[in-house]
């Protein structure tokens, strides 16, 4: 039987796409997520993220549960009804600003709620992981492009970012103690676009906080202009520079690496971290612009001035995961960017015809 693969935040964003890419795949798929920030989830009622991705992948997951990943006994019920070969780790809260207002939350949410999650695992004797890590790790970069040697949690202003550091500090210590651990972290740069289908994608709630949802929602006449948040970097154009890379690339990424953790010959010892990104830095006003040849339209913008914590560029080596995992980002910036558009536009349209059926008193 194939392997059974628990992912946790699965319903979200990253996290929907990757689990299309284990279905197809051939894996088999527990989702566990407390629908904090996914549309839809209770118990037993699976959110509309997870049903379009049984729809995409024309397979049913083995089992969802609305479950918080600091709830142990939950988890341990959860650990002791499927037999788990291992698990992938999306589960957290992300938003940089909001981790500055409500520090604790976030420590609780992402940090106990991974020992939490290393703990039952333990326990169960499961002790594969693919943990969700960020670019954010690296700081205001010291070199470009930073490879997974530069230095860690040096410089890092805000918790979000700071969780996902010490997550990783514990992964290190975690698998220096007991050999049998393999643990692998991806470091994820900017990701973006959508499904190819456009059936799902990233929703975020409210104004987004980042740069693609953003311009996205303005091609669409949802909002009216975008700021661009200073003009005056030591960039080419002088707007921030960051590495862009497509959600269906870090899908297949994550699968490649779940692969090298369940392949007997190629098995990675300890813990081990890759960044995946595209390697080539995108402005702000070049997405603008790609964005504009995408959707066939202009992207109102008004420069203002920095956003307080952002540097100027930051772009990937990806060199490790290419020699080690055979990954590489194949989607260019008009893949996501036309991508992205096809799903916020289908939500629009999805907003519409949801009003109609409210006003229509037939
Ligand atoms: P997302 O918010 O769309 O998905 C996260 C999912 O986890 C949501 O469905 C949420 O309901 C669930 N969740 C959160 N806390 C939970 C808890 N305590 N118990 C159970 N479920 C919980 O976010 P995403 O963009 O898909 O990010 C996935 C992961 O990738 C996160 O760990 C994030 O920090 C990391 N990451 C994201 C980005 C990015 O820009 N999107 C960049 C780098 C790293
Ligand atoms: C990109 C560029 C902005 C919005 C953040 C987190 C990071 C990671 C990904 C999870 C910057 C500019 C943005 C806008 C703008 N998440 N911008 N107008 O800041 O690189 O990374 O998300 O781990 O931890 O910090 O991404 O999309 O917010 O910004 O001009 O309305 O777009 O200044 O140069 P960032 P972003």
Known sequence: MSSLILVTGGAGYVGSHTTVELLKAGYRVVVVDNAVNSVGGSQGKLPPSLARVQDLAQKSLVAYYCVDINDASALTDIFSKHHVDAVIHFAALKAVGESVEKPLEYYHNNVAGTLTLLQVMQEAGV????????????????????????????????????????CEQVMQDLAASDQEWQLVSLRYFNPVGAHPSGLIGEDPLGRPNNLMPFVAQVAIGKREELSVYG????????????????????????????????????????????????????????????????????????????????????????????????????????????????????????????????????
């Not at 992981?129 to 970069?141: K, N, R």
């Open 127 to 166: 002790r594969r992981l693919v943990y969700s890590s960020s670019a954010t790790v690296y700081g205001a970069p010291q070199y470009l492009p930073a490879d997974e040697h530069h230095p860690t949690g040096a410089g890092l202003t805000n918790p979000y970012g700071k969780t996902k550091y010490f």
């Open 231 to 362: 003009d005056d970097y030591d960039t080419p154009d002088g707007t921030g520079v960051r590495d862009y890379v497509h959600v269906m690339d870090l899908a297949e990424g994550h699968v490649v690496a779940l692969d090298r953790l369940l392949n007997k010959a190629s098995k990675v010892k300890g813990c081990v971290a890759y960044n995946l990104g595209t390697g080539r830095g995108v402005s702000v006003l070049q997405m603008i612009e790609a964005f504009r040849r995408a959707s066939g339209k202009a992207v109102p913008y008004r420069v203002v001035g920095r956003r307080a914590g952002d540097v100027a560029s930051v772009v990937a080596s990806c060199s490790r995961a290419e020699e080690e995992l055979g990954w590489q980002a194949r989607r260019d910036l008009q893949q996501m960017c036309v991508r992205d558009y096809v799903h916020v536009m289908d939500l629009a349209e999805g907003h519409v015809v949801a009003l109609d059926r409210l006003l229509n008193k037939a």
